[in-house]
């Protein structure tokens, strides 16, 4: 699990950047699973969001693997900024739908913050 933080990084910090990366992950893997069960709030939700309705099993499958990348200790950059991605595409979705893009961008900044708390040099600020 070396690879999932820096050495160096407090305790405290340590601890705050996996609970929120934690936390994140379950809304995730909640997400992804809902998309692939087919729930009707899902399913309306996304026939809203033209031609995706249709992409659902795929939305699901590309958020899932997103995940497991992110938490593979080689491969969690990838993940990092797939998941990023992915964040975009939930705050686009909010806006083509009509609605403010309240849900992505919570998200992404806890997104940004627990996964900075624990690889301070992947934000290139060095804080």
Request: include cysteine; glycine fraction near 12%.
């Amino acid at each position: 699990m070396s690879n999932l933080h820096e050495p160096g990084i407090n305790k405290v910090r340590k601890i705050a950047g996996y609970v929120i990366s934690i936390l994140l992950s379950l809304l995730f893997l909640f997400s992804a699973f809902s998309k692939l069960s087919g729930s009707e709030e899902v399913k309306a939700n996304m026939d809203a969001i033209p031609n995706m309705g249709s992409l659902l099993t795929i939305i699901g499958v590309v958020e899932l693997l997103s995940l497991i990348l992110y938490w593979i200790p080689k491969t969690a950059n990838l993940g990092f900024f797939l998941l990023c991605s992915y964040c975009g595409g939930i705050i686009v979705a909010e806006i083509v739908t009509g609605g403010p893009p309240v849900p992505g961008i919570p998200v992404a900044i806890l997104l940004f913050v627990g996964t900075f708390l624990r690889k301070p040099s992947l934000s290139g600020l060095g804080i």
